[in-house]
């Protein structure tokens, strides 16, 4: 399996929950991995910095433009950030497990 | 160096600590970074969500089979997850301080 | 545009905020991200841990040569962890912003 680890940020758990569930649920992330982060970024000219949570999506190259469509759809933000790095290396255990999950493609 | 950021996760800090020390002390990995998720995944037909402890280990490519052994043989779930993202940029001086650490194999 | 994730750590939030926002004033990343780990590493011989912040820069391929030399120029560390992960996807909407925040190269 081509895997990814896709990341996206929201302003709280609440929002993240429900980016994680619908992703696990609808079987286009085999686990979703949330954690607090503080954010710089320039807004409307000057330097802002707020408290964000970061997701990271475990999935497949096949399924990240599904994945991504879905965040889009769901996504508090009008501009969300969601990018993906590549994994190159996985125990074989896990990435059974991995298939196991999310399988090749969407539930129908 | 060929340089891989190999992560997995457990469920304390406890746990955590003895597969970081563990890999630091064989050479396996230069450093250890740990931090405080909350894991969302499929568990036997239900969506559970927990809090997990996750590991940055950073190693050499070389070293990636004999560090995944390590952590399978001390790792506390039966079926963990472990895998690699690719560095492809590194200060030269960051990159000698990792060939200090880590050689280019284990401890004897 | 070909992006990075870049990573490096320091000891404290302060610390952590002075890098933050010098590289997005210079426009050498759209956005830092800022986390609270425990490092695990070798120092003088024997295995140390300590409370680090790791800081996560969102930027370009183009602009690494230019944020490395800043991150060095301004780190509290005399040799820091500096080192960049590849981003082999993004929503188009998040790429144009990125492009936006930092175009192709440093604030003149």
Not at 24 to 47: D, F, H, P
Not at 51 to 75: G, I, N
Not at 81 to 93: D, G, M, N, Q, R
Request: glycine share 2%.
């Amino acid at each position: 399996m081509d895997m990814l680890a896709v990341f996206t940020t929201v302003s709280s758990n609440d929002e993240a929950e429900v980016l994680a569930r619908a992703a696990v649920e609808r079987r286009l992330a085999a686990c979703v991995q949330v954690e607090a982060i503080q954010s710089t970024y320039r807004w409307q000219g000057a330097i802002a910095s707020e408290p964000e949570v970061r997701l990271m999506f475990k999935t497949s190259r096949a399924l990240y433009p599904a994945l991504e469509a879905t965040l889009k759809s769901l996504h508090p933000y009008a501009v969300p950030a969601i990018f993906a790095l590549p994994v190159v290396e996985a125990s074989a255990e896990y990435e059974a497990w991995m298939e196991d999950a999310i399988g090749t493609g969407p539930a129908e």
